[in-house]
């Protein structure tokens, strides 16, 4: 359930970015799958830990069988709605990875092409080896390598408070991956690709982001709130507190015939 209500609460920021359209690096990682002819038109696909759709529209684009897997009931509300104007065969998937059985996730058979991009759901061993089970042909995995973050640093700093920076669990995550996949009886063909981006938000929904990004229910209190205010208003221009993330991913795939 934990999980579950930490990916609810940031569903609508997804929503939000997914409205802003696609981006260069998204259309750089389809054009990968096309060239390196593991995605084609009508391809049952499979996108666990989907968020609110992104790669789902494009898929279906293709006139691909999709399947949109997710634990957030609020992301595949939001997946649904992305997807309503196609009528190619899609469905959506609450889905945690850890608990569900392949043949549960696969029911309607192994999917073509099995992706997962920035998302936790496989991790380990065993969900390397799952993962490959739902597929007779290309898994493909995207996970942050290297991660910075230089204006939330400088907003912490302000705040006079010490949050652990995502690049060094990001580093060792992405290591961790590649071993399972070994592990799991694969060898992982890995290209890193740098992927930066910047975020604008008014002072309110900068705020109400770095708490649910940063910090615990139990930590949410009245005094955070008022001292992110703060350091977010000092750090903004003209209301809009800019945020800059800059990250390098690597693109983890492998065959399974």
Not at 29 to 55: S, T
Not at 130 to 159: G, V
Not at 177 to 198: E, H, N
Not at 213 to 233: C, K
Request: with cysteine; net charge negative.
């Amino acid at each position: 359930m934990e999980k579950t209500e930490k990916w609810d609460s940031v569903a609508a920021n997804y929503q939000k970015v997914f409205a802003l359209g696609g981006n260069d690096y998204n259309a750089k990682l389809i054009a990968f799958l096309l060239d390196n002819d593991m995605l084609h038109p009508g391809d049952r696909v499979i996108d666990m830990g989907c968020g609110v759709g992104k790669y789902g529209k494009v898929f279906a684009s293709l006139g691909c069988d999709v399947t949109l897997a997710d634990i957030s009931p609020k992301m595949l509300g939001f997946a649904a709605q992305n997807m309503a104007e196609y009528k190619t065969p899609w469905r959506v998937m609450q889905c945690d990875f850890d608990e569900m059985s392949a043949d549960a996730v696969a029911e309607g058979g192994k999917y073509d092409l099995s992706i997962s991009t920035m998302s936790p759901a496989v991790h380990d061993v065993a969900t390397a080896k799952k993962f490959a089970d739902i597929t007779k042909s290309w898994c493909f995995i995207a996970a942050f390598s290297q991660w910075s973050e230089p204006d939330r640093e400088r907003l912490f700093k302000l705040m006079g408070i010490e949050r652990e920076s995502f690049n060094s669990s990001a580093r060792g995550d992405c290591a961790e991956l590649i071993r399972s996949v070994s592990a799991a009886g694969f060898t992982p063909q890995i290209k890193y690709v740098d992927y930066c981006w910047s975020d604008e938000r008014d002072i309110d929904e900068a705020v109400r982001y770095m708490e649910n990004r940063y910090f615990e229910p139990s930590e949410r209190t009245d005094e955070l709130h008022g001292r992110l205010t703060e350091a977010v208003s000092a750090l903004s221009h003209d209301g809009i507190f800019t945020d800059s993330v800059n990250t390098k991913v690597a693109w983890i795939y492998w065959s399974t015939k």
